[in-house]
């Protein structure tokens, strides 16, 4: 066999997690022998699965990756107590299974969030003698801070100088973006530790629906599609705004919001009072079904309020959207915007600025049909070429089989 490759991350398959069996498999067809550690499945809800019972360990094997299961504290609720048993349990299994039971690796990929696995890998590193590559994708404490799961300073600062410990004793760095690379640059890793390796799309899901959905049927207006979360971080009522502004001008435009979210009911409510009739909310469908809508829409968007973490930060849908070639509507500051630039796959506008976000949507209304179907395939080939699995996959096989021999 090849190089053995334990993966560490504490979410994983039948769980909604990103690098998961797709990713797993994937190194398998590289070569790779692959086992990865993980917990019984309980996110999001916090309840073990269905046709899982917690014990001591689990074994399955699926399309030639092995899975080992370890117990954990079950847990996903607002309780940071009840998060912090579900992550430190987790973390304490996968220590005492990677000491003591596993067959020694090659090398140790691990998973963060949350930084408890990173700071089992280290110590697995030390026992073991195995080098670790580390996937940042979540900037740790300033995402905590962010999503006010935890607001105490002190507390921040003791998560902070933790994943300091954790980078400098790690053997790579894996981060989603230059920002992240950047960051950390700042806080003294050094540049030659880090890489870039973006993110990719569900890309078998996303590409394999080809309906297009009957709402979407007979309208003449141009449709600018948000597909995913509505919550306090999208920011949202400021597209409400813009809509209002275009309605006025009787432009037509319709936008469509598909998903589901905390902000749902007000977005609605504003929708309501402004009397908005370019404006439509469909709810959530599975994942299998998102590319159906992704492809009906003739522009799609993102959008994010205005925030120095998200400036770091490129939203999953942003390759999902390029993916399925469609002209994007690019409202984020930063990385992202810097990926719709470089592809020339759509229009940027100023995140929360109603103006920014009317001039855009005014000016992918003015683009002709030849315009818009060449800001598609830049997407595409854009996705294809530097985003796609096989391309990630790539860069983490060389990772692998550089940590491997030294």
């Known amino acids: 066999m090849g190089v053995r490759v334990l993966l560490l991350t504490q979410w994983f398959d039948p769980e909604?997690?990103?690098?998961?069996?797709?990713?797993?498999?994937?190194?398998?067809?590289?070569?790779?022998?692959?086992?990865?550690?993980?917990?019984?499945p309980n996110y999001p809800g916090g309840k073990i699965y269905p046709g899982f019972k917690l014990k001591l360990f689990q074994r399955e094997f699926i399309d030639g990756v092995k899975i080992t299961r370890l117990p954990l504290y079950p847990s996903h609720g607002q309780s940071g107590i009840g998060r912090v048993f579900n992550y430190v349990s987790f973390a304490a299994a996968s220590l005492f299974y990677g000491v003591f039971f596993a067959k020694r690796p090659d090398v140790i990929y691990a998973y963060h969030p949350p930084l408890t696995v990173g700071i089992a890998a280290s110590i697995i590193r030390f026992f073991r003698r195995v080098p670790v590559l580390y996937d940042i994708q979540d900037m740790w404490p300033d995402t905590l801070k962010a999503t006010g799961m935890?607001?105490?300073?002190?507390?921040?600062g003791v998560v902070s100088k933790v994943c300091d410990w954790v980078y400098r004793h790690?053997?790579?760095l894996v981060v989603l973006s230059p920002g992240f690379k950047k960051v950390l640059i700042e806080r003294g890793v050094p540049e030659d530790k880090i890489?870039?390796?973006?993110?990719?799309?569900?890309?078998?899901?996303?590409?394999?629906?080809?309906?297009?959905?009957?709402?979407?049927?007979?309208?003449?207006?141009?449709r600018i599609l948000f597909a995913g979360n509505m919550g306090k971080a999208q920011a949202l009522d400021a597209v409400l705004e813009a809509a209002y502004t275009l309605q006025s001008r009787s432009r037509p435009v319709e936008f469509i919001f598909l998903g589901g979210g905390i902000e749902v009911d007000a977005l609605k409510r504003i929708a309501i009072e402004k009397s908005l009739t370019n404006v439509t909310f469909l709810p959530a469908v599975p994942m299998a079904e998102v590319g159906g809508y992704l492809k009906a829409a003739d522009a799609l968007l993102v959008h994010l309020k205005k925030d120095p973490l998200f400036k770091i930060t490129i939203p999953s849908k942003t390759q999902a959207y390029m993916a399925v070639g469609r002209p994007l509507l690019m409202a984020v500051d930063g990385d992202a915007a810097e990926l719709v630039k470089q592809s020339g796959c759509g229009v940027v506008v100023e995140s929360e600025n109603v103006d920014s976000l009317v001039s855009g949507v005014e000016l992918l209304l003015n683009s002709s049909a030849e315009e818009l179907a060449l800001m598609s395939q830049k997407g595409h080939d854009f996705y294809r070429k530097h985003l796609s699995l096989d391309q990630g996959v790539l860069k983490f096989s060389k990772a692998f089989n550089f940590l491997a021999k030294k």
């Open 170 to 172: 790690v053997d790579k």
């Open 16 to 40: 909604p997690t990103f690098k998961g069996l797709v990713f797993a498999r994937a190194l398998v067809k590289q070569g790779f022998e692959v086992e990865v550690v993980t917990g019984f």
């Open 195 to 222: 890489e870039v390796i973006y993110n990719w799309c569900a890309e078998e899901q996303i590409t394999a629906s080809a309906e297009t959905p009957i709402c979407f049927s007979d309208n003449a207006r141009f």
């Open 150 to 156: 935890f607001s105490n300073d002190k507390l921040l």
